[in-house]
């Protein structure tokens, strides 16, 4: 089979014919319908986090969706010919095995979930992280409900995710992003507001606001911006550290929490709303062939949406 595979800090994924993957007991084998390329891949490659990856040579690709053409010995609840998409985990493929960068794969059943028939498989693959990571933030984190007014910083891939996981859950959202031509698709979404600064949203009544840029500046603003007795939800990390008011955080009476990344039930609940149509990721649909290309244009800014490899 055909697979990219990386073999070194900055060194440019090698195209490579590797042997199709059996199951091991306890193990399923999919044919790979869709891969999502990530930051955590240009992350992976630069050298930033290549320490998490289980070995080296390794096939990249952690957001990966297809069909089960094997099941190993012990495995129940999936079958030959089941959708399954495989959330990304640091035991999972792409980071601890081969990963999704490839014609198959081999994942541990217990790992993958079941992607519903309403659901294509391009928007299956991003769905199993970035999908999930953002309702992370907003539901089991932010604990927005129906009634409740929220703010979003970042209409990015995940913030643009997370103000409609936020809408799919009766809130009225209100975004801050500071790249103007991002206003129309929040606009569009039927956001309450958009703006460059989550501050200017303060007369809201924000319940919660959830920062997905981290830039530091970000999350000040958000401690401006909530009501008293608010939540802040942090997952955005474009900055390390940040200063932030423990005047303001404690006379308001401020909850401050972080979130990352997302569990097995989180990326259900998220194909759920897909299928409902509640949700939909920003995809660029692109060639197997042309993944490293991708990354490139991931690592320089040129990306506008989410590019997935579809097989």
């Known amino acids: 089979m055909r697979a990219w595979q990386f073999t070194g800090v900055n060194e440019p994924l090698q195209l490579v014919e590797l042997p199709e993957p059996t199951p091991a007991a306890g193990e399923i084998v999919l044919a790979v319908k869709a891969a999502g390329i990530c930051h955590s891949d240009v992350s992976f490659i630069d050298g930033t986090i290549t320490s998490l990856l289980g070995h080296i040579p390794i096939v990249l690709g952690h957001e990966t969706a297809g069909i089960v053409t094997a099941v190993g010995e012990g495995v129940t609840g999936f079958a030959v010919g089941d959708r399954v998409g495989i959330p990304a985990t640091t035991e999972g493929p792409g980071t601890a095995v081969d990963g999704g960068f490839a014609e198959y794969t081999a994942v541990e059943a217990r790992l993958a979930v079941h992607?519903?028939?309403?659901?294509?498989?391009?928007?299956?693959a991003p769905a199993m992280d970035a999908a999930r990571t953002a309702y992370r933030a907003v539901e089991t984190f932010g604990h927005v409900a129906a009634g409740m007014n929220v703010g979003i910083i970042g209409f990015g891939g995940l913030g643009s995710l997370g103000a409609q996981i936020a809408k799919a859950a009766g809130a009225t959202v209100y975004v801050a992003e500071v790249n103007e031509s991002?206003?129309?698709?929040?606009?569009?979404?039927?956001?309450g507001g958009v703006s460059a600064d989550i501050r200017d949203f303060e007369d809201a009544g924000l319940d919660v606001v959830i920062d997905f840029a981290g830039f530091g500046t970000t999350t000040a603003s958000a401690v401006?911006?909530?009501?008293?007795?608010?939540?802040?939800v942090q997952i955005g990390l474009a900055r390390e550290t940040a200063t932030l008011s423990m005047q303001k955080i404690t006379m308001k009476e401020i909850t401050l929490v972080g979130a990352s990344n997302g569990e097995k039930s989180e990326a259900e609940a998220v194909l759920g709303l897909i299928a409902t149509g509640a949700l939909r990721s920003h995809t660029v649909p692109i060639p197997f062939d042309r993944i490293p290309e991708y990354i490139g244009k991931l690592t320089s800014g040129e990306l506008a949406g989410r590019a997935v490899a579809l097989l």
């Open 115 to 124: 992607v519903p028939d309403a659901v294509d498989f391009e928007q299956a």
């Open 182 to 191: 991002a206003w129309e698709r929040a606009r569009e979404l039927g956001v």
């Open 224 to 232: 401006d911006a909530v009501r008293h007795g608010g939540r802040i």
